[in-house]
T-cell receptor, first 112, second 113 residues
């Protein structure tokens, strides 16, 4: 039972490069989320998908795009990476949206 | 949106000591969860506790929803308890926080042997 799987685990980008962070869950959860974690700021929501076919902005969406490819997969894209996007990114899923969150192991992204 | 404040920001203990972590929130909530982030970065769900008290081994949590706070108790602390403890809430009112889990800034716990 893998839970929530994120790839890659580590990535270094140059300013202006693009990349996609992948997330997949095998728990048949309806809702999926992307958070970023920065020192002293907890986890902040970037985008979320309450159900397949829908996506909504969170607290810090600027510079990111998302795709809910199907019920299992929710990807996060950085079109033109900036040093301010250096962070640890977490994907999460939940069955009902208000409880039972499961987090992936995180992606440590450095933009130089 | 809803505000979530945790205290203390940092806590250093000797193994065997007890501790209490606090989470205050600014609006009524449908859900409150406590997470532990271990030193390897993995987030583990400890409690789902929108109200009342729950216990799991050496850990227990109490949420007083009417007074908008929750407490996490750690008894007989061990070095493996080290890490960051997050409180996160799911607001039940309209506004920008509705429909999303909002995290506090966390309490960094260090337990020395």
């Amino acid at each position: 039972n893998a839970g929530v799987t994120q790839t890659p685990k580590f990535q270094v980008l140059k300013t202006g490069q693009s990349m996609t962070l992948q997330c997949a869950q095998d728990m048949n959860h309806n809702s999926m989320y992307w958070y970023r974690q920065d020192p002293g700021m907890g986890l902040r929501l970037i985008y979320y998908s309450a159900s397949e076919g829908t996506t909504d902005k969170g607290e810090v969406p600027n510079g990111y795009n998302v795709s809910r490819l199907n019920k299992r997969e929710f990807s996060l894209r950085l079109e033109s990476a900036a040093p301010s996007q250096t962070s640890v990114y977490f994907c999460a899923s939940s069955l009902t949206g208000d409880q039972g969150y499961t987090f992936g192991s995180g992606t440590r992204l450095t933009v130089v | 949106g809803i505000q979530v404040e945790q205290s203390p920001p940092d806590l250093i203990l000797q193994e065997g000591a007890n501790s209490t972590l606090r989470c205050n929130f600014s609006d009524s909530v449908n859900n409150l969860q406590w997470f532990h982030q271990n030193p390897w970065g993995q987030l583990i769900n400890l409690f789902y506790i929108p109200s009342g008290t729950k216990q799991n081994g050496r850990l227990s949590a109490t949420t007083v929803a009417t007074e908008r706070y929750s407490l996490l108790y750690i008894s007989s602390s061990q070095t493996t308890d080290s890490g960051v403890y997050f409180c996160a809430v799911f607001a039940n009112a309209g506004g920008t926080s509705y429909g999303k889990l909002t995290f506090g800034q966390g309490t960094i716990l260090t337990v020395h042997p």
